[in-house]
């Protein structure tokens, strides 16, 4: 199923129902070497804010305010 779109259609409903939940802020974590991911991200609005030491993942946060 890849390049199929399923991966944004998956995010843009889960950012949705976010919304609809009167949820603030949004955190997410992915494999440094999943660049798709990580451009598919910040076409989103994500920004990097840190990452996770212990797996060593990218930690990313959308506010939806």
């Given at each position: 199923y890849a390049n199929k779109g399923l991966a944004k259609?998956?995010?843009?409903?889960s950012l949705s129902i976010c919304r609809l939940a009167d949820v603030k802020r949004i955190m997410l974590k992915f494999h440094p070497?999943?660049?798709?991911?990580?451009?598919?991200y910040k076409n989103f609005?994500?920004?990097?804010?840190?990452?996770?030491?212990?797996?060593?993942h990218i930690i990313m946060h959308k506010d939806l305010i």
């Open positions: 259609l998956t995010l843009q409903y070497e999943n660049i798709i991911a990580m451009k598919m609005g994500f920004n990097e804010t840190g990452i996770d030491e212990r797996i060593g």
